[in-house]
């Protein structure tokens, strides 16, 4: 009776292992494509969490920073804010988050932030602004 078991050529792939190949190769590009995005997220909860959540309405001992690229600075509805950031005639955009996060004290002297002093790594800083902007 002849021999019909199927052996492996050494050299030779087979299609199941040319796919998990496929696969394994692509597997990067797909965890680069949410890194920021995680990393921002990361950056926040690390820095930011403990005062601030994400939730609309949702205030700690920060204001909820929901939406806040594009908001009005001190007004959030239901939150006490400081004199100083209520006096604030500005807009918080990415530029501003990104000067505030880096040193607040500059940017709203008298801000009840505190003690929060700053995160001087702008890379860091950059993923927050971006993970805020993109709506957490």
Do not use: C, D, E, Q
């Given at each position: 009776m002849p021999d019909t078991t199927r052996r492996?050529?050494?050299g030779r792939a087979t299609p199941a292992l040319l796919a998990l190949a496929g696969l394994l190769a692509a597997a990067p590009a797909f965890a680069q494509a949410d890194a920021p995005a995680a990393d921002g997220q990361t950056s926040f909860n690390n820095s930011c969490r403990t005062c601030h959540a994400l939730n609309e309405g949702d205030h700690r001992l920060g204001p909820s920073l929901a939406g806040v690229?594009?908001?009005e600075a001190g007004s959030v509805e239901g939150y006490g804010?400081?004199?100083a950031l209520a006096r604030a005639d500005f807009t918080w955009d990415e530029a501003r988050l990104d000067a505030f996060i880096e040193n607040p004290d500059a940017v709203v002297p008298g801000h009840n932030?505190?003690?929060f002093p700053g995160i001087t790594n702008a890379d860091e800083r950059a993923?927050?602004?971006q993970f805020l902007a993109s709506g957490g």
């Open positions: 492996s050529t050494p690229v594009g908001r804010f400081s004199s932030m505190k003690p993923l927050i602004v």
